[in-house]
Nanobody, 122 residues
Framework: QVRLVESGGGLVQAGDSLRLSCSAS??????YAWFRQAPGRQREFVAS????????YYIDSVKGRFTISRDNAKNTVSLQMNSLKPEDTAVYYC?????????????????WGQGTQVTVSS
């Protein structure tokens, strides 16, 4: 049974940093993605790290500010978020896949964490 445990969310001011982590168990994952969902909005792709070479992909609005990384030995993925903006406020979800996929669509991912709240005040 797949189990995902996310941590690292919180309340910060604009310009601050946060680091989200997701620990995965119960499966072998080749792709990890982070999505976010703000109130009243659809779940949005943020970043992914794919395959053995660890290629990374980002939504344009976070490029240069967020960095996704993973530790295969520990089955964890992290999202380092710098220069946070109020528009980054959302619940952030970890979504791994057993496949090496390049996708920004939530339907492509079968497993989801419980979410961790990130709130950025102006």
């Amino acid at each position: 049974q797949v189990r995902l445990v996310e941590s690292g969310g919180g309340l910060v001011q604009a310009g601050d940093s946060l680091r989200l982590s997701c620990s995965a168990s119960g499966g072998t994952f080749r792709t990890y993605a982070w999505f976010r969902q703000a109130p009243g909005r659809q779940r949005e792709f943020v970043a992914s790290i794919v395959g053995n070479d660890g290629s990374t992909y980002y939504i344009d609005s976070v490029k240069g500010r967020f960095t996704i990384s993973r530790d295969n030995a520990k089955n964890t993925v992290s999202l380092q978020m710098n220069s946070l903006k109020p528009e980054d406020t959302a619940v952030y979800y970890c979504a791994p896949s057993s496949l090496s996929i390049i996708s920004n669509t939530a339907a492509s991912y079968n497993y989801w964490g419980q979410g961790t709240q990130v709130t950025v005040s102006s």
